[in-house]
């Protein structure tokens, strides 16, 4: 049942249309060749074309014109490796190239974000960056290094003290 109490037909009762000829043993009694022929045309209907189809009618019936317009630029470069690479191929680049600019933009988008929005004493927000400090192990020049902060007004100083103000 279809949503909204309809049927899939449309309120008419389906039927057939292989008629008598879709079992073997009407077949086998004896075909005209008017039904031969028919048969013929019906069988070769049923053959199947491979291969992706594309219908414009369809294209602009499934896809917005937002859509449209944010995937014209791709489509216009796999409709120009089409003749080189063939319609798959050329297709599968397409897929790859916007996959790819979609995570380069979020690669920039972090790298930005995380450049210009630290969290330092003028913001309340944005990521808290903290590196660690130096190993120093026996051996290293200034051994015993215990802290690189040499008063108490160091700690959790958030970038003031480097401040211009």
């Known amino acids: 049942m279809v949503a909204g109490g309809a049927s899939d037909t449309g309120g008419v009762k389906p039927m057939s249309i292989a008629g008598r000829m879709v079992r073997e043993r ?5 075909m005209t060749p008017e039904e031969r022929a028919w048969r013929k045309q019906w069988l070769k209907d049923q053959e199947l074309h491979h291969g992706p189809r594309k219908v414009p009618a369809l294209e602009l ?10 995937r014209a630029p791709l489509d216009a470069v796999c ?25 380069l933009t979020g690669i920039y988008s972090l790298a930005y974000y995380f450049k210009y929005n630290q969290n330092d004493w003028t913001r309340k927000g944005g990521w808290r960056v903290i590196s660690s400090r130096k190993a120093c192990v026996p051996g290293d020049e200034g051994f015993p290094r215990l802290s690189d902060r040499s008063a108490p007004s160091d700690y959790a100083a958030r970038g003031f003290k480097e401040s211009v103000i």
């Open 26 to 30: 009407e077949r086998l009694i004896g």
């Open 79 to 103: 409709k120009a490796l089409t003749p080189a690479l063939g319609f798959q191929r050329a297709y599968t680049v397409r897929y790859w190239t916007g996959k790819a600019l979609i995570a």
């Open 61 to 70: 019936e499934l896809n917005n014109p937002i859509k449209r317009i944010y």
